[in-house]
C-alpha cells in the first residue's frame, strides 16, 4: 500500500467522523452529546500522558495540578464580570480578574499556554529525579497547585470554586481538540525527537552516551504533554460549567493513568479506545450505583449501591495490572494496512471457500 | 505566647508525630526492600481505623481488646495485598508495581466506600484518653501522652525486631541487595511478606492512635495521613528505620508549631509539608540519615 492511499484514507475516515459529529451535536440528546465530550477530553488527556510515560518513560502524577490551571485560567479569563462580582463572597475578585471576560477562543489559547508554563516550571526540577521519585514529587506539585487554589481567595474563589462557567465546549471542539492532539504528538513520535524520547525510555544511560540531551528531551516532551493536560482542563470546565478545586484531585491523575494503561502505553489509538472504554463503562455501570436497580442472580436480587461503579472499575484496574499489562493496544498503532491486511484475508478466505 | 505554651505544642507535636512515624516506618521498610512506594498503605491505615471501630461498635468488645485483635488483622490485610497485588509483579518493570499500588490503594478506598459508606463514623474515645492532665502549667489530654508512649513503644518493638532478630537480619540483608541474599539462602519471599506484616501492624497502631485524637473515620482518610508519612520517610531518608522514626516525628512537630504560631498560614500547611518533599528530593535525596540508593544503573 502505497503511503498517499493511507493519506487518503485517515483524510476521508476524519471527515466522516466529523460530519457524523456535527450530526450528533444537532440530534443527539445532551446527555450523549456529553458523553462524546467527556470520551474526547480523556483521550486527550490520555494522549498527553502517553507522551511523557508511553514514549518518554517519565511516569508523572501531575496531570491533575495542570488541568487545574488550564480550567482554572480559562474559567476565570471567561466567566462575566457581573456574575464573578456575585459568587467571589468571601473576597472579591483582584484586578485584573475583576474586569476581564474573554470569549473562548482567546481564552482557550492563554489557558492552555498558562498550563503549559506551569507545566514547565513543575517538570524542570521534577524531571532531575528518576522513576516513582519523579512521580511522587509530580504528585506532590500537583497538590501543592490545589493547596494554593484551595486559599488564594481572591484569585480563584478558594474552596467554592468558580461556578456559571459558559458552556462553549462543543463536540467539534473537543474532537477537533483530540485530532490536533494526536497529530501534533504523532508528528513529534515519528521525528527525531521521537526517537530520542524512546531512546531515553529504553534507557536514559544509553541514550546520554549517544549524544542525546536526556534532560531537554525529557523537558520537551513534559511541557508539549502539559500543554494538552491543559488543553483538555479548558475543555472540560466549559463542558461541565464549573470548577471546583476538589475535582482536581490525585484521583483525576489516576483516571488519566487507567485510561492510559487500559488503552496500552505508547499507543495513541489506545488512548481513544481506553478513553471510549473508561467512559463508556462509567456510565453503563451507573444502574450499580443507584438503589433503585435489582439484579436477579440465582435467584437472590442485589440491590444497586452507591460506590460499587467505582469498586468494578478498581478491580477492573488492578486486573489489567496483574494479567494484561500490555493494555488493549500495547505500543501498536492503528493503521490502514493492518486494516486492509486483515480485510484481504477475509475476503480471500470467503472466495476460497466458495471455490471448494 | 507563654513557655509552657510552647511545651504543650511541643507535646502535642511529638505525639502527633510519633503515629506518624509508626506510618513512615511502614513506608520506608517496604521502600528498602521492594523499591516500591506502597500507594495502598495508607488505605490499610485506613482499614486498621475502621476494624478497630467496628470491634467496639459492633462486636461490642472492650476497647483494649478491639485494639489489640486490629494489630494482626491489619498485619494479615497487609500480607494478602503483597500476595496478591505485588508478588505477581515481582519480576515485572518496577513501574507496574507501582500502577498495582495505586490500583490497590482505589480499590480499599472503595472497598471501603461500598462497606462503610461515605458517611463519616465517630471513634469511640476511652475514657481514659479523654482525661485532663496537667503538670506544672501545662495542660493536655491523657491521649497525647498515651500516644507518645505507645508510639514509642511500638517503635523500640520494631527496632527490636529489625535489630535484634534473625527475621530482622534477613530482611536488613534483602534490603541491601535482593539478589545476593536470595543466594545466601533466604527465602525472600517470607521476608517479604514478614516486613508487610511488621509494616501494617504498625499501621494498626498508628490508625488507633490517630483515631482516637480525630475521631471521624471516611473511607479515604488514609490518603493525606499516607503521602505526609511518605514525605516523613524521604525526610528521613528513605530506606532508613531510624530515619523514618526521625522524620514522623520532625514533620508532627512542624505541622504543629506551624498552626500554632503561624496561623495566617496554616491552610498551606499542606503544600508546606510538600515543599518540604520536593526540597529534600532535589537537594540531599538521601534525606537526613539515609544512604544513597542507586537508582538502576
Known amino acids: 500500500m502505497r503511503k498517499a492511499t493511507g493519506r487518503i484514507l485517515t483524510a476521508v475516515g476524519l471527515l466522516i467522523v466529523f460530519m457524523l459529529l456535527s450530526w450528533a451535536e444537532k440530534n443527539l440528546d445532551p446527555y450523549k452529546c456529553r458523553i462524546l465530550n467527556l470520551i474526547a477530553i480523556n483521550a486527550i488527556w490520555a494522549v498527553s500522558l502517553n507522551l511523557i510515560y508511553g514514549y518518554t518513560g517519565q511516569f508523572s502524577l501531575g496531570h491533575a495540578g495542570i488541568i487545574a490551571i488550564g480550567a482554572y485560567a480559562s474559567s476565570l479569563l471567561t466567566v462575566s464580570v457581573v456574575k464573578k462580582a456575585k459568587f467571589f463572597m468571601i473576597e472579591p475578585p483582584i484586578w485584573p480578574i475583576s474586569v476581564i471576560q474573554w470569549p473562548f477562543a482567546p481564552s482557550l489559547v492563554v489557558a492552555t499556554l498558562a498550563a503549559t508554563l506551569f507545566g514547565f516550571l513543575m517538570g524542570f526540577p521534577a524531571l532531575q529525579l528518576h522513576g516513582d521519585y519523579m512521580a511522587i514529587v509530580t504528585l506532590g506539585f500537583a497538590e501543592v497547585i ?157 440491590r444497586g449501591h452507591p460506590g460499587t461503579r467505582m469498586l468494578v472499575i478498581s478491580i477492573l484496574f488492578v486486573m489489567i495490572i496483574l494479567f494484561y499489562r500490555r493494555g488493549i493496544m500495547g505500543s501498536k498503532e492503528f493503521s490502514w494496512k493492518w486494516l486492509l491486511s486483515k480485510l484481504q484475508a477475509v475476503f480471500k478466505s470467503k472466495t476460497t471457500e466458495q471455490e471448494k | 505566647m507563654t513557655l509552657s505554651m510552647f511545651w504543650q505544642h511541643l507535646m502535642n507535636g511529638i505525639s502527633l508525630g510519633g503515629t506518624y512515624a509508626l506510618m513512615a516506618v511502614g513506608y520506608t521498610m517496604v521502600y528498602g526492600i521492594l523499591r516500591l512506594i506502597n500507594f495502598a498503605h495508607g488505605d490499610v491505615f485506613m482499614m486498621g481505623a475502621y476494624f478497630a471501630f467496628y470491634g467496639i461498635a459492633i462486636f461490642a468488645l472492650p476497647w483494649y481488646v478491639s485494639f489489640l485483635l486490629v494489630i494482626p488483622l491489619t498485619a494479615i490485610l497487609g500480607m494478602v495485598v503483597e500476595r496478591a497485588a505485588y508478588r505477581p509483579l515481582r519480576d515485572a518493570p518496577k513501574i507496574s508495581t507501582l500502577l498495582s499500588a495505586i490500583g490497590v490503594s482505589m480499590l480499599l478506598q472503595n472497598v471501603g466506600f461500598l ?176 544512604k544513597m540508593v542507586e537508582e538502576k544503573a
Open chain 1, 146 to 302: 490545589r493547596v494554593f487554589i484551595m486559599n488564594l481567595y481572591s484569585i480563584t474563589n478558594g474552596a467554592l470554586g468558580v461556578k456559571a462557567v459558559p458552556a462553549y465546549t462543543t463536540l467539534l471542539w473537543s474532537w477537533g481538540c483530540l485530532a490536533f492532539a494526536i497529530f501534533i504528538v504523532k508528528k513529534l513520535g515519528d521525528s527525531s525527537y521521537g526517537r530520542a524520547f524512546k531512546a531515553i525510555r529504553e534507557d536514559e544511560v544509553a541514550a546520554e552516551t549517544i549524544g542525546i540531551s536526556v534532560f531537554h528531551h525529557k523537558l520537551l516532551a513534559f511541557t508539549i504533554a502539559s500543554l494538552f493536560a491543559g488543553l483538555g482542563g479548558v475543555l472540560w470546565a466549559h463542558l461541565i460549567c464549573s470548577t471546583d478545586p476538589n475535582a482536581f484531585t490525585f484521583l483525576l491523575s489516576y483516571q488519566i493513568l487507567i485510561v492510559t494503561v487500559m488503552g496500552g502505553m505508547g499507543s495513541l489509538t489506545g488512548s481513544i479506545i481506553g478513553s471510549i472504554i473508561y467512559v463508556g463503562l462509567a456510565e453503563l455501570l451507573r444502574p450499580l450505583d443507584t438503589p433503585t436497580t435489582a439484579i436477579r442472580i440465582l435467584g437472590t436480587t442485589i
Open chain 2, 115 to 290: 462497606l462503610f459508606s461515605g458517611i463519616a463514623k465517630g471513634f469511640p474515645r476511652p475514657s481514659v484518653f479523654a482525661k485532663q492532665w496537667s503538670v506544672g502549667s501545662i495542660r493536655f489530654l491523657s491521649l497525647t501522652l498515651f500516644t507518645i508512649v505507645i508510639s514509642l513503644a511500638a517503635l523500640v518493638v520494631t527496632f527490636y525486631l529489625a535489630y535484634r532478630t534473625k527475621m530482622g537480619r534477613a530482611m536488613r540483608a534483602v534490603s541491601r541487595d535482593i539478589e545476593i541474599a536470595r543466594l545466601m539462602g533466604i527465602n525472600i519471599d517470607r521476608v517479604i511478606s514478614f516486613t508487610f506484616a511488621i509494616g501494617s501492624a504498625l499501621a494498626a497502631v498508628g490508625a488507633i492512635t490517630w483515631s482516637i485524637k480525630f475521631p471521624a473515620l471516611v473511607p479515604d482518610m488514609g490518603v493525606v495521613p499516607g503521602l505526609k508519612c511518605f514525605i516523613a520517610a524521604v525526610l528521613g531518608g528513605i530506606g532508613s528505620i531510624p530515619g523514618a522514626m526521625l522524620g514522623g516525628f520532625l514533620l508532627g512537630i512542624g505541622e504543629i508549631m506551624i498552626v500554632a504560631f503561624l496561623p495566617g498560614i496554616s491552610g498551606y500547611k499542606y503544600a508546606i509539608a510538600y515543599s518540604a518533599l520536593i526540597l529534600v528530593l532535589l537537594l540531599k535525596p538521601s534525606g537526613l540519615l539515609g
